[in-house]
């Protein structure tokens, strides 16, 4: 490992390893505080997400909708920009790394994590909305939103003045988060997508998805709003439904699939990369990281864009954000999880060819018990007919993190390689002096290549056109996902800096998507863990101090029933259009 990598692995096992421990396996202090705030707020909202479920599908279509409520956009558009930011690579690569590392029970803690989710989403963004900041009427910036809301408003305004350094706090950090999280690891899942499918150099993707993101974000919420109020219903549509075609073409396979799910979740057995040899505390780690990865509950970025929407009762749309949990986890993450579990292409090996160059490229090392774990590479391994030295002790060629057990000269597999592998140099030197920049072995993909390889097997009986649904959603993902980030970000900045820290935020964070599609998926995906960890713990500590204030608006929505006159706004508002339209001209 580089002294890079050596960092952020450190900075890894402090946010997500640190905590009391049980049997000499830590409980990271992250997931207590994290699932721990869900049970809690769940339990005093009295299983809010269950009861007003069905409100939230009501609100969100927009029948109480009144146009003369203050905000930027509808309860619809703000639903979209969050779930543009939630549905995205998280439900395709991310469920595909929890599976690889965590083993297939990590799903059923995604699950977990998701429905208490749904209380925490509903209760920090009815927050958003009560404290949120009005843009004056004559303020210049108008273009880039009248409102501005997020955990900072309500930690500084709810919890009081001297709560403000935590506030700030907040802000620094998401908006750092939002470098990594929501851009990225958007960026880099695009840029491994299109080399491996089309040879595509990481810097040219960068750059064409940078420069689209960087003409809608100029835009403003207005256009942000827009384009993923489009974008995300399509996206979802498309991804959804070639899942569902999948599983029903497997439909045999579903029940050892879920039994899966269910048997590994509290007795695993191992994650494809070793790393869950019995370790239930490992695959429950993985799941309520990449849930949180993939819904964001709790983590303070989804109330800055329901902040924005267009309405005076917190409350509702509080009930629509309690929708995203739901939709991003328990559907389309478990649409994702279902097709990698029924193809069988979790734990399958693969003919690929291994760039020695490559961040995928890593090295193992097995102990006395089987189980293999990262390690420095040596200075040279020795390679006899494809085979190197095994069991413990030795250091092997891994990609993904799993030990490839024969390697090739040749991507027909026709000829093994002697010699020895040069980790420092990058390459393979063959019995009598020939060097290999890359090699060729069965592997074991992961990611969204993981997810590609399940849509392709899935629907190979209908043509070998599978892996471009994945193309296609990698990359409206990733692009929804970008976009709706950078407003989390910018109203940081706005928060911190004013009006003149935006335009210089979202010129950082163009970069910075170039950036990381230049990076390994490794170090990438283990910053934007990182940032996670540490961003929520300010927002988890309001929400449990203000939970009664949301109680008490809560009671209060529901006693007042103030959708039933929003409906009566909305439909005289319509009738005074269609009378406009009926009128004569001239």
């Given at each position: 490992?580089?002294?890079?990598?050596?960092?952020?692995?450190?900075?890894?096992?402090?946010?997500?390893?640190?905590?009391?421990?049980?049997?000499?396996?830590?409980?990271?202090?992250?997931?207590?505080?994290?699932?721990?705030?869900?049970?809690?707020?769940?339990?005093?909202?009295?299983?809010?997400?269950?009861?007003?479920?069905?409100?939230?599908?009501?609100?969100?279509?927009?029948?109480?909708?009144?146009?003369?409520?203050?905000?930027?956009?509808?309860?619809?558009?703000?639903?979209?920009?969050?779930?543009?930011?939630?549905?995205?690579?998280?439900?395709?690569?991310?469920?595909?790394?929890?599976?690889?590392?965590?083993?297939?029970?990590?799903?059923?803690?995604?699950?977990?994590?998701?429905?208490?989710?749904?209380?925490?989403?509903?209760?920090?963004?009815?927050?958003?909305?009560?404290?949120?900041?009005?843009?004056?009427?004559?303020?210049?910036?108008?273009?880039?939103?009248?409102?501005?809301?997020?955990?900072?408003?309500?930690?500084?305004?709810?919890?009081?003045?001297?709560?403000?350094?935590?506030?700030?706090?907040?802000?620094?950090?998401?908006?750092?988060?939002?470098?990594?999280?929501?851009?990225?690891?958007?960026?880099?899942?695009?840029?491994?997508?299109?080399?491996?499918?089309?040879?595509?150099?990481?810097?040219?993707?960068?750059?064409?998805?940078?420069?689209?993101?960087?003409?809608?974000?100029?835009?403003?919420?207005?256009?942000?709003?827009?384009?993923?109020?489009?974008?995300?219903?399509?996206?979802?549509?498309?991804?959804?439904?070639?899942?569902?075609?999948?599983?029903?073409?497997?439909?045999?396979?579903?029940?050892?699939?879920?039994?899966?799910?269910?048997?590994?979740?509290?007795?695993?057995?191992?994650?494809?990369?070793?790393?869950?040899?019995?370790?239930?505390?490992?695959?429950?780690?993985?799941?309520?990281?990449?849930?949180?990865?993939?819904?964001?509950?709790?983590?303070?970025?989804?109330p800055i864009a329901h902040s924005a929407a267009k309405t005076d009762e917190p409350v509702s749309e509080g009930v629509v954000a309690l929708l995203e949990p739901f939709i991003d986890t328990i559907v389309i993450c478990t649409m994702t999880a279902l097709v990698i579990l029924t193809t069988g292409v979790w734990n399958a090996r693969t003919p690929t060819e291994l760039d020695l160059a490559a961040g995928d490229i890593g090295y193992v090392q097995q102990d006395e018990a089987g189980a293999f774990s990262a390690a420095d590479p040596p200075e040279e391994i020795p390679?006899?007919?494809?085979?190197?030295?095994?069991?413990?002790?030795?250091?092997?060629?891994?990609?993904?993190?799993?030990?490839?057990?024969?390697?090739?000269?040749?991507?027909?597999?026709?000829?093994?390689?002697?010699?020895?592998?040069?980790?420092?140099?990058?390459?393979?030197?063959?019995?009598?002096?020939?060097?290999?920049?890359?090699?060729?072995?069965?592997?074991?993909?992961?990611?969204?290549?993981?997810?590609?390889?399940?849509?392709?097997?899935?629907?190979?009986?209908?043509?070998?056109?599978?892996?471009?649904?994945?193309?296609?959603?990698?990359?409206?993902?990733?692009?929804?996902?970008?976009?709706?980030?950078?407003?989390?970000?910018?109203?940081?900045?706005?928060?911190?800096?004013?009006?003149?820290?935006?335009?210089?935020?979202?010129?950082?964070?163009?970069?910075?998507?170039?950036?990381?599609?230049?990076?390994?998926?490794?170090?990438?995906?283990?910053?934007?863990?990182?940032?996670?960890?540490?961003?929520?713990?300010?927002?988890?500590?309001?929400?449990?101090?203000?939970?009664?204030?949301?109680?008490?608006?809560?009671i209060g929505y529901f006693k007042r029933r103030p959708w039933v006159k929003n409906y009566e706004a909305r439909e005289r508002s319509l009738e005074e259009k269609r009378g406009k339209k009926r009128e004569p001209r001239g």
């Open positions: 490992m580089n002294v890079f990598e050596r960092i952020v692995s450190a900075l890894e096992s402090a946010v997500w390893s640190f905590g009391p421990s049980v049997g000499g396996e830590p409980i990271p202090l992250v997931i207590i505080l994290l699932l721990g705030t869900g049970v809690f707020l769940t339990l005093r909202l009295q299983f809010i997400q269950v009861r007003r479920l069905r409100h939230g599908f009501a609100v969100t279509s927009g029948r109480y909708d009144d146009p003369n409520e203050p905000g930027d956009v509808s309860h619809f558009q703000a639903l979209t920009t969050a779930l543009s930011a939630t549905v995205g690579i998280g439900n395709i690569a991310g469920v595909a790394i929890a599976i690889h590392w965590g083993g297939p029970g990590a799903i059923f803690w995604m699950w977990i994590t998701a429905f208490l989710g749904m209380a925490t989403k509903y209760t920090e963004v009815t927050l958003a909305q009560h404290y949120r900041d009005i843009v004056p009427a004559d303020d210049a910036s108008r273009k880039q939103g009248t409102v501005a809301g997020g955990p900072m408003y309500y930690i500084e305004r709810g919890l009081g003045s001297r709560w403000k350094p935590l506030a700030v706090f907040f802000a620094v950090l998401l908006g750092i988060t939002a470098f990594f999280t929501g851009n990225a690891v958007q960026a880099n899942t695009v840029a491994d997508v299109m080399s491996s499918e089309f040879g595509v150099a990481a810097w040219v993707t960068g750059i064409v998805t940078s420069a689209v993101i960087g003409m809608v974000i100029l835009g403003g919420i207005g256009r942000i709003g827009r384009v993923t109020g489009v974008l995300a219903p399509v996206m979802a549509a498309v991804y959804v439904l070639g899942a569902l075609l999948i599983i029903v073409m497997n439909i045999h396979q579903l029940p050892d699939a879920l039994g899966l799910i269910f048997r590994e979740a509290f007795n695993p057995s191992a994650g494809v990369a070793g790393t869950g040899t019995g370790a239930f505390l490992l695959t429950l780690m993985w799941g309520v990281r990449r849930g949180l990865f993939s819904n964001e509950a709790g983590q303070g970025s989804a390679i006899v007919d494809g085979l190197a030295q095994t069991g413990p002790g030795a250091t092997q060629l891994a990609w993904h993190d799993v030990a490839v057990e024969r390697l090739f000269v040749d991507a027909e597999h026709t000829a093994p390689f002697t010699g020895r592998l040069e980790p420092a140099r990058q390459r393979a030197v063959a019995v009598g002096g020939r060097e290999y920049a890359a090699l060729y072995g069965d592997a074991v993909e992961n990611g969204a290549p993981m997810t590609q390889l399940g849509f392709q097997r899935g629907l190979a009986p209908l043509g070998d056109w599978g892996g471009y649904i994945v193309i296609l959603s990698v990359l409206l993902f990733a692009v929804s996902t970008a976009i709706a980030w950078s407003y989390y970000g910018d109203r940081c900045a706005y928060y911190l800096f004013g009006q003149k820290g935006v335009i210089p935020y979202k010129a950082v964070f163009v970069a910075m998507h170039f950036v990381g599609a230049t990076l390994a998926l490794t170090t990438v995906w283990t910053l934007g863990d990182v940032f996670l960890g540490i961003v929520i713990l300010p927002n988890l500590l309001a929400m449990a101090f203000l939970s009664g204030k949301v109680r008490e608006m809560t």
